[in-house]
């Protein structure tokens, strides 16, 4: 699992321009997990994500990924293997002539070649949803927007990693291109057994796919619930400036004009037999 214990974090500590940024945070992620994680623009959530592979190191506290501690130099490289990391518009990152080139940088430095390698990445491609014959060999920058993001996420899954971490993985897609990607986190999931916790500012993304959702706000943890207690709690969605699902949303307008109607449903196929429901009653 991984464990942040009593995590604060400072930015620029002892000098004029401080920021603490987290404050005595407390978590646990178990393998196999679903997790959302909101708040609002300034709360914390990108700096949080940065302490569970070590790209930050927490001012106090511990964080440990399956007992080992970010803040050992000779722990990191085992860490960065286990705890992948898909940073907003990944695709930016994308930098070798082909596809396969592309996904093969971080195993090969891991020390893989020649048939292992290549399986590898044709695992990876696989686990993200590409077509190894269609894509191999194709340069990543004549690629759509959602098949660049596929390519940047096999790249991380290359490297087998037990927990997946992915910063808003689907801004600026177009809607099938969000729906494809979610879709393919949660069959990676499923097929791999492996921990994904998905930053997003979509509530209705984080309540199709997440089973637990952490809030934070202005560096606190302010709740660790299920999604369907997380958006159940009206005063912590507007204390923490956050939205309703839009489906939520719409179903909870219907109860307040008198439908009887759940109010507890985040999906179109949920709500139409919802109120398929309450129209026969």
Same mark, same amino acid.
């Given at each position: 699992?991984?464990?942040?214990?009593?995590?604060?974090?400072?930015?620029?500590?002892?000098?004029?321009?401080?920021?603490?940024?987290?404050?005595?945070?407390?978590?646990?992620?178990?393998?196999?997990?679903?997790?959302?994680?909101?708040?609002?623009?300034?709360?914390?959530?990108?700096?949080?994500?940065?302490?569970?592979?070590?790209?930050?190191?927490?001012?106090?506290?511990?964080?440990?990924?399956?007992?080992?501690?970010?803040?050992?130099?000779?722990?990191?490289?085992?860490?960065?293997?286990?705890?992948?990391?898909?940073?907003?518009?990944?695709?930016?990152?994308?930098?070798?002539?082909?596809?396969?080139?592309?996904?093969?940088?971080?195993?090969?430095?891991?020390?893989?070649?020649?048939?292992?390698?290549?399986?590898? +990445?044709?695992?990876?491609? *696989? /686990?993200?949803?590409? !077509?190894?014959? %269609?894509?191999?060999?194709?340069?990543?920058?004549? $690629?759509?927007?959602?098949?660049?993001?596929?390519?940047?996420?096999?790249?991380?899954?290359?490297?087998?990693?037990?927990?997946?971490?992915?910063?808003?993985?689907?801004?600026?897609?177009?809607?099938?291109?969000?729906?494809?990607?979610?879709?393919?986190?949660?069959?990676?999931?499923?097929?791999?057994?492996?921990?994904?916790?998905?930053?997003?500012?979509?509530?209705?993304?984080?309540?199709?796919?997440?089973?637990?959702?952490? +809030?934070?706000?202005?560096? *606190? /943890?302010?709740?660790? !619930?299920?999604? %369907?207690?997380?958006?159940?709690?009206?005063?912590? $969605?507007?204390?923490?400036?956050?939205?309703?699902?839009?489906?939520?949303?719409?179903?909870?307008?219907?109860?307040?004009?008198?439908?009887?109607?759940?109010?507890?449903?985040?999906?179109?196929?949920?709500?139409?037999?919802?109120?398929?429901?309450?129209?026969?009653?």
């Amino acid at each position: 699992m991984i464990e942040l214990k009593n995590i604060s974090l400072t930015y620029n500590e002892n000098t004029p321009f401080e920021k603490e940024a987290l404050r005595d945070i407390n978590i646990t992620i178990e393998k196999g997990e679903f997790i959302g994680l909101i708040g609002h623009t300034g709360s914390g959530k990108s700096t949080l994500l940065q302490l569970l592979n070590g790209l930050e190191l927490p001012t106090t506290g511990d964080v440990l990924v399956d007992g080992m501690n970010t803040g050992k130099k000779e722990d990191l490289k085992e860490i960065r293997k286990r705890v992948g990391f898909v940073f907003q518009y990944p695709e930016y990152q994308l930098f070798e002539e082909t596809v396969e080139k592309d996904i093969s940088y971080a195993p090969e430095n891991y020390g893989l070649k020649g048939e292992e390698l290549d399986n590898r +990445v044709r695992e990876a491609m *696989n /686990l993200a949803g590409l !077509d190894y014959e %269609k894509y191999a060999k194709r340069s990543p920058f004549e $690629l759509s927007g959602g098949e660049k993001r596929r390519v940047a996420l096999a790249g991380v899954l290359a490297a087998r990693p037990q927990y997946l971490i992915l910063d808003e993985p689907t801004a600026g897609l177009d809607p099938k291109g969000r729906q494809d990607l979610l879709r393919e986190l949660v069959n990676i999931r499923e097929r791999e057994g492996i921990a994904v916790l998905l930053v997003s500012h979509s509530m209705n993304d984080i309540s199709h796919v997440a089973e637990r959702i952490l +809030v934070l706000k202005e560096g *606190n /943890l302010v709740s660790d !619930d299920s999604v %369907k207690n997380t958006f159940a709690n009206d005063e912590l $969605l507007k204390n923490a400036s956050l939205s309703l699902p839009e489906i939520t949303g719409f179903m909870k307008m219907l109860k307040d004009s008198g439908k009887d109607v759940r109010t507890d449903i985040f999906t179109m196929e949920e709500a139409v037999g919802e109120i398929k429901r309450c129209l026969e009653i």
